[in-house]
């Protein structure tokens, strides 16, 4: 085999290898673009779902502060009707289309998942009340809800309004014993009183 014919085939070998290793770093840059390409298609995925979600939820908490303020309306209807069962038959009458009225704008709210709950009877939950009146009496247990003056409405995921109520505090010992001092004092001067006005 002449020098020349050696020099040929290892010339082609080389060449060989050479597009091998140019074939392999292809390959590696093609799987590399494609996992980029994948990953990116699945970050733009997320986020259309992210946004689509957010939109969802905003478009959502925009119709629960909107029907909110109504609720007001719906606390005047109510009361309102409570006073027409003492009304002549005339008024009961009119009271009946209301009451239906009432009923439909009861049917949006639930519709939104919107409703109310019963606080009279429960603890006291500052997520879910706001005491407008605080009775101390040893009478209750502490935290006891004894009225309600206005419903609280809720959705499932948050308090739209809070219920309006009066509470039950425990006076302290302090206060108890103070109120007892008082007491005893006032009748202490009473029976002064008596007994000077007996002298007289």
């Avoid at 733009?44 to 939109?55: A, G, I």
């Avoid at 209301?98 to 429960?122: A, C, P, R, W």
């Avoid at 939950?125 to 009225?147: F, K, N, S, Y």
């Avoid at 309006?164 to 425990?170: A, N």
Wanted: hydrophobic share 25%.
């Amino acid at each position: 085999m002449s020098k020349k014919h050696k020099e040929k085939k290892h010339k082609q070998k080389k060449e060989k290898e050479e597009k091998k290793d140019i074939k392999k770093e292809l390959e590696k840059e093609i799987s590399e673009y494609r996992n980029k390409y994948f990953h990116i298609l699945a970050e733009s995925e997320n986020t259309r779902k992210r946004l689509q979600k957010e939109k969802q939820e905003t478009t959502k908490f925009a119709i629960e502060n909107t029907l909110c303020d109504f609720l007001p309306i719906l606390d005047n209807f109510e009361n309102a009707l409570k006073f027409s069962e003492k009304a002549s038959d005339e008024v009961k009458s009119w009271a009946t289309g209301f009451q239906m009225i009432l009923s439909q704008f009861k049917d949006v709210l639930h519709t939104y998942g919107i409703v109310s709950f019963h606080s009279e009877g429960n603890f006291f939950d500052p997520h879910h009340h706001e005491a407008m009146e605080i009775v101390e009496t040893h009478d209750q247990p502490d935290g006891m809800i004894l009225e309600e003056f206005a419903k609280g409405y809720k959705t499932q995921n948050r308090t739209l309004r809070p219920a309006q109520v009066k509470v039950v505090k425990t006076p302290r010992e302090e206060e108890v014993k103070d109120d007892e001092t008082i007491k005893e004092e006032s009748s202490s001067e009473q029976e002064e009183l008596q007994t000077t006005e007996e002298k007289k």
